[in-house]
């Protein structure tokens, strides 16, 4: 004959159920110490790339404290261009070092959104670096067209007779770098802004040299006539 033991249903249910508890919390416990884990290395990789986007940042506001004390000077210079291209009917010479051309990086960016970091960063931190680079790019796109007219601006020196046409020409030319001037100098200062917003501060070593150019002379075209910025 079979021997056959009652089920105790109402003390297996318990153990069975204590047994599951068991193991809900201890899967809980291990998945809140790996997001612990995870957490703790993210912390770790954003504030890496903050120091190389900060670095970055400081550069790109040297650039445009730069470009904001060379405003005026560059307004000066072309209006005198304009003025000899007026009066002259020989081509004017230029000076190669009327543009200021930067390198407004934003490589740093670039490479924290590749590796993911930028979306583990707080919202507000995350929308101030997206303004401040996305400015940077705005930047150097205007800086570059800036720099590519005044290159091809050069080519006038093989003329030693300005025609009505090339006359034409570099007027129109000079009404765009005019522009481009104002333009960049409103995203410099829109810049400024966002990165003291952001409490990054000017290297002493930029500083120092911002101090030094703010001295110099503005040069004009003609080299005849030297005005303080």
């Known amino acids: 004959m079979f021997d056959i033991h009652r089920i105790k249903p109402v003390h297996g249910w318990r153990e069975f159920f204590g ?46 404290k730069e470009r904001l004390q060379f405003t005026a000077c560059s307004e000066r210079q072309l209006n005198r261009l304009s003025e000899i291209v007026d009066k002259s009917w020989e081509a004017p010479k230029l000076r190669p ?13 670039a490479a924290a959104v590749a590796s993911g970091v930028v979306a583990h960063m707080p919202e507000p931190l995350r929308k101030n670096y997206a303004a401040i680079f996305g400015t940077a790019e705005i930047i150097r796109s205007l800086n570059q067209q800036e720099f590519f ?41 829109q810049m400024v802004n966002l990165i003291d917003a952001a409490h990054i ?23 005849e006539h030297i005005i303080g910025r």
């Open 97 to 109: 070092t009327m543009v200021l051309l930067r390198d407004w990086a934003s490589t740093a960016w």
């Open 19 to 64: 047994e599951i508890g068991i193991i809900v919390i201890g899967v809980f416990i291990a998945l809140s110490a790996e997001q612990m884990v995870e957490l703790a290395q993210w912390k770790e990789q954003i504030e890496a790339a903050r120091i190389s986007l900060d670095d970055q940042i400081s550069d790109n506001l040297f650039a445009a």
């Open 149 to 189: 007219l005044w290159s091809d601006l050069q080519t006038l020196h093989r003329q030693t007779v300005l025609t009505d046409v090339s006359r034409d020409r570099l007027q129109s030319d000079i009404a765009r770098l005019s522009a481009l001037n104002n333009l960049i100098a409103i995203a410099s200062r």
């Open 201 to 223: 501060a000017s290297k002493v070593s930029d500083l120092k040299m911002l101090n030094g150019e703010a001295h110099q002379k503005c040069l004009l075209p003609d080299d």
